[in-house]
């Protein structure tokens, strides 16, 4: 017989978004009865999730502390043009600790292991047809619909590798762009875990989310070749296409379903129209949830409605340089946008990867002459919806 179980919140997938929801009211509001229901055996999934120093406020980083795996006091950056290291710090989230510390918050009970059939605003009914009568409920199950907006893709394979030998890299190479050009933008990004681990990562910014795995496994076998990395074993491998926003319907995109739902994640939105990554957003919506004093689904909704509106509305100047990397640069040529970008303050690079970018780092980005032709950037910024 189906069983019918009470609570104040109900969010609706375990992963990275919902997790942090999950972490951060059982920190701030452990009298909370919420449950947490996810039918992967791992919160969280099988992935890294990187992050700069600077992605996250101080007053959120009790919230990401515990969770790191990895950090290091600087990154490089490698280009044909230009090679430099930014004194800024990096970290990594690897899924097995993040499953681990939000396991350990939860209370018995808490955590559900099935898939939800049907969400609303008052119950979520699971497919062995339980249910989850809440007072809120969030949707936090990935990215959703996303056919109403203009995207491109991040798209990537990564694998960690156990090397025979110690690497003798200090930091993480976050764009290694000095590899050959295909299908659109290319970089390689490493993290070296320890002497002998190195996650490789091969990425590329392509029209399409379409991915090639053997092809890409293929590539990152001879990117460690070529630095003498003899591999004894792979110890994890994730596939993914992050969305890279150039435009769209945000209001049809959130209208998505039909209900007045709160939602979280990529299916709010929240992620960064550039480079597709979704923490800095998740720890802002997850502090902003611990915070707040009603947890109804009405005040979710438009708590979340108004972080994800207002998100999409002040990012219109990411998604118009989108449009000049996909539509004004040749897919081979790409990497000069990058390259001119990471010639830059420090400081600016910092905030524009945190979504925060002032008026005077907008205008010094865009300043001189782009390395696009004129007359296509023009072109791209006319074309592209608000």
């Not at 950090?71 to 044909?80: C, T």
């Not at 295909?182 to 070296?192: C, E, N, Q, W």
């Not at 524009?352 to 010094?364: E, I, L, N, V, W």
Request: net charge positive; hydrophobic share 45%; charged share 25%.
């Amino acid at each position: 017989m189906p069983t019918i179980t009470s609570c104040d919140l109900a969010i609706v997938g375990g992963g990275l978004a919902g997790g942090l929801i999950a972490l951060a009211l059982r920190r701030k509001r452990p009298d909370a009865d919420i449950r947490l229901i996810e039918a992967a055996p791992v919160i969280g999934g099988a992935h890294i999730w990187s992050f700069f120093s600077s992605d996250v406020a101080a007053a959120h980083r009790w919230l990401v502390a515990p969770l790191v795996s990895y950090g290091w006091r600087d990154y490089d950056v490698a280009f044909p043009g230009h090679a430099r290291t930014l004194k800024t710090a990096y970290y990594s989230i690897e899924s097995e600790r993040f499953d681990a510390v939000i396991r350990a918050a939860l209370a018995p009970g808490q955590l559900i292991a099935g898939k939800a059939r049907d969400v609303g605003a008052g119950a979520v009914i699971l497919a062995d047809g339980d249910r989850i009568e809440a007072a809120g409920v969030i949707d936090a199950r990935g990215p959703g619909d996303l056919s109403m907006l203009d995207l491109g893709w991040q798209k990537f394979v990564g694998r960690e590798l156990e090397l025979a030998a110690p690497h003798g890299q200090e930091r993480p190479i976050v764009m290694d762009a000095t590899v050959p050009q295909i299908d659109g933008y290319r970089f390689v990004y490493t993290l070296p875990f320890s002497a002998t681990r190195m996650f490789v990562e091969d990425t590329y910014y392509s029209d399409t989310p379409n991915l090639d795995p053997a092809t890409l496994i293929a590539r990152i076998d001879a990117y460690a070749a070529a630095r003498d990395w003899r591999v004894d074993r792979v110890a994890r491998e994730e596939r993914g296409a992050l969305p890279v926003a150039m435009g769209g319907d945000f209001e049809a995109f959130w209208r998505v379903g039909g209900v007045k739902l709160a939602k979280a994640g990529l299916r709010a939105g929240l992620f960064h129209p550039t480079t597709g990554y979704s923490l800095p957003d998740a720890v802002r919506l997850a502090g902003a949830i611990a915070a707040s004093g009603d947890l109804s689904s009405p005040a979710l909704h438009d708590l979340t409605y108004r972080m994800a509106g207002g998100a999409w509305r002040a990012r219109g100047f990411y998604r118009m340089l989108d449009a000049m990397l996909f539509r004004a640069a040749e897919p081979m040529e790409r990497y000069r946008i990058l390259e001119r970008f990471y010639r830059l303050d420090p400081g600016l690079i910092g905030r524009f990867y945190a979504g925060r970018s002032r008026m005077t780092d907008k205008a010094r980005i865009l300043a001189g002459r782009p390395p696009v032709p004129i007359g296509r950037a023009v072109a791209a910024i006319r074309g592209t919806a608000s």
